[in-house]
Structure formats: structure tokens, C-alpha cells
């Protein structure tokens, strides 16, 4: 699983979660759940930007981002798939294929003990925020100083005539 920008760079320290959707059982409900267990189930990409899930079992996943890059939003990035037979294909939420994703590529690799799916996946770098404090509002500081002035001056020039 890789993280790109609009330029199509690769990211680190992106974390994402897998989770595989288990049908219902006596006791308890059906849903996604981590995947393979709590403490695999969550990694975070390298220096070359990817993450691999290797080792996967037919059946339905989703990949959530957790925390993204450093400069990043959280664009909230849910990705939905499926694998039968060793066969990668995105799904909705609701295990329906669909097909095209956007900023979302899939290279399908196998091995001998099951599927390794790696993704690549955009994402908004942050924007920057306006300076503030600048010199940009020194002019109407002043502007407001100058006002205040003047109705003070004029205020008390009008009393002193009203009381001669």
C-alpha cells in the first residue's frame, strides 16, 4: 500500500489498518474486524512509500488509513476489495465490484501461500495557512487609531462650544 501525492511522489509514515469481514455467528454479529490479528493488522509505510499485506486468504477486506503522512489530511481513505481464487477486485461497501477507483491502482502479485496485495493511494497534501500578524493589517491599525483620534478630538471640541 503506497501514499502519493498529486505528484505521484510516495510517501512515508503513512498507517493503515486491515481489517477481513467475518459473516455472523451464533453470539456474535457480522462486520469487518482486524485482520490478521490486533498487532499485524496495522503498519505503517517505509521510506519507498509501500506496504504490503502479504499472505491473504480469499475473502472480503478493507485497508482504513489510520494517521497520514506528517503535512497530510486525513482524506478519511477507505479502500473496499475482495479476493477469490487469488483474484484482487474492489468492491463498494456492500461487496459489489466496481470497477475504477479513484487514486487508488492495484498490482496484482501471488505466492505460493496466498495473495499480496499492494496498492497505491493519493492524498491531499495539507494547505498552507496564511501568515497572520503581518504587515498587512499594520495599515488599518492605524487607519482605526486615527479614527478613534479624530471622533475623541471632535467629540471634545464640540462639548467646549456647547458649554461657551
Known sequence: LSRTASTQKLLKDAVFKL????????????????????????????????????????GKYRITEVTPPPGYYNGAIVIYFKIENGIVTYT????????????????????ENGTVAEFVVGNTPG???????GSGTLIYTITGIFLITLAGTLLVARKRKANR
Open 127 to 133: 494547505a498552507e495557512l496564511p501568515a497572520t500578524g
Open 19 to 58: 481489517e477481513k469481514y467475518a459473516e455472523a455467528t451464533e453470539g456474535t454479529a457480522a462486520g469487518y474486524t482486524v485482520y490478521p490479528n490486533a498487532e499485524d493488522a496495522q503498519k505503517t509505510s517505509g521510506d519507498d512509500g509501500k506496504l504490503t499485506f502479504a499472505g491473504l486468504s480469499d
Open 92 to 111: 463498494n461497501e456492500a461487496g459489489t465490484t466496481i470497477t475504477g477507483q479513484e487514486y487508488v491502482t492495484y498490482t496484482p502479485q501471488s505466492v
